[in-house]
């Protein structure tokens, strides 16, 4: 009987975030040209209006400017779908990770948020590792504080689910 409360948990839990493990490594695993979007971009994003919107717009990082006057639209676009991209991974890494977590430390708000975030800021860290030896990919530390800040996100989101959950149960 208790195998199977196991098998349950690592089949609803744990696989699954084995699984979204996999695919970040599987996507920092491909080369900068494999992921290279600004061709696809070039044909699809109204360069125009781009320009008109976000000229002006600046952003420094990692110590190098992006804006479209530096990077052409296409790539001042894929700057921001990637780093959006960062968010999502690591948000739903964090999601998962605090689902499994809040099931093991039994509902411990604090201790699975501390576990949660310190699990995918290291994952974070070894991925960007990972990428110093995939070519034409550069590791950053601010990428882990990309991925820590979307990590964060996925588990307060989870946090304030499982919160409003326990005070509306306990209003019926």
């Avoid at 089949?11 to 491909?30: A, D, K, R």
């Avoid at 030896?133 to 882990?144: C, G, L, S, W, Y």
Wanted: proline content about 3%; charged content about 20%.
């Amino acid at each position: 009987m208790r195998l199977t409360k196991y098998w349950r948990l690592g089949l609803t839990h744990v696989l699954p975030l084995l699984v979204w493990m996999l695919v970040i490594f599987s996507f920092s695993s491909q080369s900068y040209d494999q992921q290279d979007l600004r061709p696809w971009l070039k044909d699809r994003v109204p360069e125009q209006v781009i320009k008109e919107h976000f000229s002006s717009v600046k952003v420094n990082y990692h110590g190098s400017e992006v804006s479209i006057r530096k990077k052409g639209v296409p790539g001042f676009v894929e700057f921001f779908i990637r780093k959006g991209a960062h968010v999502f991974e690591y948000a739903l890494l964090g999601l998962l990770s605090a689902r499994l977590l809040w099931r093991l430390l039994r509902g411990r708000i604090g201790l699975t948020l501390l576990c949660s975030l310190l699990f995918c800021a290291i994952y974070s860290t070894s991925d960007e590792v990972h990428q110093i030896f995939t070519p034409n990919r550069t590791p950053m530390a601010t990428d882990v504080l990309l991925d820590s800040s979307g990590a964060a996100f996925g588990i307060l989101l989870l946090m304030a689910y499982y919160w409003f959950m326990k005070r509306r149960s306990h209003s019926l």
